[in-house]
């Protein structure tokens, strides 16, 4: 897949789009029109600016060799007066560019190339940043297409001459969702399985088109919880067991307001790929973890109880600290239960060889509860989808899960 083509076709739709909001919001509320003029063209060290006595319309630069020279067309705006060259740039041109634009052209005293632009938060100043290179690189940049730059809409105000006032009704706080049914003796420890997607959102579909994800992956937790249950070492809890839908942070919060010892959400892969085959296991990455805990550590409400500890009682760097360790050791039982369960699954169902995978993952972002997420097979592939779909393969998976739990406990009962 070409990733720049893709890429830069956005950039030209988001382009357009701003544009149309910034000719709209004009039109309907009296802003100002694009109607600028380059005021100064100054250059500062390893800094062009340039000023505009009104908002822009938006900008872009290039470069031209033999001679070298840096090109910026400027629309919505005509040309000025007043430049002062410096450093790299040796002169100044400018000139009108069609019918509302201005061209501004930079003779360079020495290869220099743009690094990065931008406006102004009023729109009416524009800085190039500026990075010497030999003529090898210069040529190189000069081959590639120009750097486009956009002014902020935050300009675009209503004209005070329009005293109206939009406003609409917050709608109520939904209730939190209903605690499902918690199977087992009260003095177990208690692991969730939570049932990826649900109600109208499928996951992802067969080849075939008969198999969806949502439905093997109850299934599968449902067999996961009978072959906990008859174990009789642990509590079991599913976010869902029927097809209903709910949203990622619902599905970790239950397991929160629960106080779930373990969380375990189960899904099936999918690739492009049909040969990709084989189970895998996900646990939070760092960079996600780190995120998520300055996430925490800033909120306004405090409340949160991380580990039994009310965050509202604890100046911010205590949180802080609190939150870090809280989520080291968390993440740390995580990855040792992945790896624990990928041991446990290797006889017994097809098992990548790397099976332990670090994803940025909302449904694993609980602070203070290990969280893995499951990848029990391929659905795109026809031998996983069928092993998936069979009571037998199910019950595989639940065994590989049984057997993970029950050493991931003893282990921690034996630790302390």
Known sequence: MDFGWTLRRQARHSVRVLFLLAL??????????????????????????VTFDAPVRDASAFLLAAPQR????????????????????????????????A???????????????AFGPDGRSLTLQLRTVDDASFARAAAERRLSFLPPLTFLQPAKRHGYSVSMAIPARLPA??????????????????????????????????????????KTALAIRDALLASGRVRVALTREDDRFLVLQERYGIARRL????????????????????????????VASDK??????????????????????????????LIDLTQRETMNMSASFARLLGREAQPLIPIKANYHRMASLMVLKAPDMPSVLFETGYISNANDAQFL????????????????VEIHFATRLAAR
């Open 292 to 321: 998520e805990a300055a996430r925490l550590a800033a909120r306004e409400n405090k409340a949160d109880v991380i580990s039994g500890v009310d965050l509202g009682t604890q100046n911010a760097d205590i949180s802080s600290i």
């Open 24 to 49: 709209l919001s004009g039109w309907l509320t009296g802003a100002p029109s694009w109607a600028g003029a380059v005021q100064t063209v100054r250059v500062h060290g390893d800094r062009i600016v």
């Open 389 to 404: 779909a069979s009571e037998d393969g199910r019950k595989k998976v639940a065994e590989s899960v049984r057997k993970a």
């Open 177 to 218: 969702t209903a605690l499902p049914h918690v199977y087992g003796d009260a003095s177990r420890p208690l692991v969730v399985i939570d049932a990826g997607h649900g109600g109208h959102d499928p996951g992802a579909v067969s080849p075939s088109g008969d198999l969806r994800e949502k439905d093997l992956t109850l």
């Open 70 to 101: 840096i090109a910026l067309d400027i629309q919505g705006a005509a040309p000025g007066a007043k430049a002062l060259a410096g450093g790299a740039v040796a002169a100044i041109r400018q000139g009108a560019q069609g019918g509302d634009g």
């Open 259 to 286: 106080k779930a010892d373990l969380f375990i959400s189960i899904h099936c892969d999918s690739a492009g790929n049909e040969d990709a085959s084989g189970a895998t296991i996900y646990t939070l990455s760092e």
């Open 103 to 117: 061209r501004i052209v930079f003779d360079l005293a020495r290869p220099a190339i743009v690094t990065e632009g």
